[in-house]
């Protein structure tokens, strides 16, 4: 599965912002997508997914209530809509994809095997 993340930008504390990330190649129906985040000097975070199984979402604890995630009817886009958005979400944001459908697999980095490029995301206050 290959990916394309895109859709970071400045925006201010409180401002929204949507990220897109496109899939392409074999069988990207039956992979979860989800994004991951990294800010400057600070580990990769899980921050969404959407399970491909049984569609369910889950949020990272710093973004639950805040941050949206989405996939189109074709699967082949998944959505993150960001609201309310803070300086400490400025990151790179990451989309990945994974084979695995549960949480307990799908908050783990280790569980994807493919990455898109990443977009900044930059929130100034």
């Known amino acids: 599965v290959q990916l394309q993340a895109s859709g970071g930008g400045l925006v201010q504390s409180g401002g929204s912002l949507k990220l897109s990330c496109t899939a392409s190649?074999?069988?990207?129906?039956?992979?979860?997508v989800g994004w991951f985040r990294q800010a400057p000097g600070k580990v990769r975070e899980f921050v969404s997914v959407?399970?491909?199984?049984?569609?369910?979402?889950y949020y990272g604890d710093s973004v639950k209530g805040r941050f949206a995630i989405s996939r189109d009817s074709d699967g082949n886009t998944v959505y993150l809509q960001m609201n309310s958005l803070k300086p400490e979400d400025t990151a790179v944001y990451y989309c990945?994809?994974?084979?695995?459908?549960?949480?307990?697999?799908?908050?783990?980095?280790?569980?994807?095997?493919?990455w898109g490029q990443g977009t900044l995301v930059t929130v100034s206050s």
């Open positions: 959407k399970s491909y199984r049984d569609r369910r979402t």
């Open positions: 990945a994809a994974s084979p695995y459908y549960t949480y307990s697999d799908l908050t783990e980095i280790v569980k994807y095997n493919s």
């Open positions: 190649g074999r069988d990207y129906r039956a992979y979860s």
